[in-house]
């Protein structure tokens, strides 16, 4: 049997397009994500220092086995910054996209049934939103709402609200149609019950393999806004705000903002890596 007639075969043999196999790139993604979750929940058992300590005396010092990533310009530890500082980025993010998910599906699903006049007006305040980039539509709110990291999280979850609407709402006008729920309203099921326990949760399954791609972009969104400095403020360790820190230094200390640079870009990679994967096996090409 040829390699082309096994469609999982020809799957794992699939490279991407750095040559390197999915199946490959996919585990690294998740022993990227499985640290950065150990780094978030227990930053303790990695970090070596404190990380709001500060020594005058050691600052600006190189990556050495003292200190892994160097110290910054007043002497923190910027190793044990950057783990403690997963909790806060990697929390803001999901936080963020948890509760875009919960309203879009809500709003969505609702459209989704709602008169016709309700339904418009609802996508075309998602047309509105969706016409501009989610991290200028957050960097807007947070204008509004005043800087903070409670402010972030709205920013970014108002930012990301639409695209879950919009599927929410296709979802649900193609789950209602469907030959089980037709059934279900066919032998005398309650239509509001046929909605929540047939249609709900395939809308709510084809939104978390969404969520799973939208965590990267929380995360960057997030970054973003506290490297503006509108979100965590000084001394708080957060990947976002040590970015804005060492970038007036790189030409002699590179290592303060290179580290949490390297942090974001393989978190926001890793989940995006994983996100397609299981959107790949949702839509059946994997």
Known sequence: MSVSARPDIAWRMRASPQGIPRRVLLWVALVVLAVVAV????PQLIATH????????????APSAAHLFGTDQSGR??????VFG?????????????LALVIGLVVGALSGIAPRAVDATVMRITDVLLAFPEFLVALVVVAVLGPGPTNVAIAVTIAAVPVYVRLARVQTRSLALAEHVEAARILGVPAMRAFVRHVVPGVLGSLSVLA???IGSSILAAAGLSF????????????????????????TAWWIAVFPGVAITLTVVSA?????SLRARAEGRA
């Open 212 to 214: 799973t791609i939208g």
């Open 228 to 251: 503006l400095g509108l979100g965590p403020i000084e001394p708080s360790p957060e990947w976002g705000l040590m970015l804005s820190g060492g970038r007036n230094v790189l030409g």
């Open 39 to 42: 780094m978030a929940l227990f």
């Open 272 to 276: 995006t890596i994983v996100g397609r």
């Open 77 to 82: 530890d910027v190793f044990s910054r950057v």
């Open 86 to 98: 997963a909790g806060r980025s990697v929390g803001i993010g999901l936080l963020a996209t948890a």
């Open 50 to 61: 404190d990380p709001l300590r500060t020594d005058v005396r050691a600052a600006l010092e």
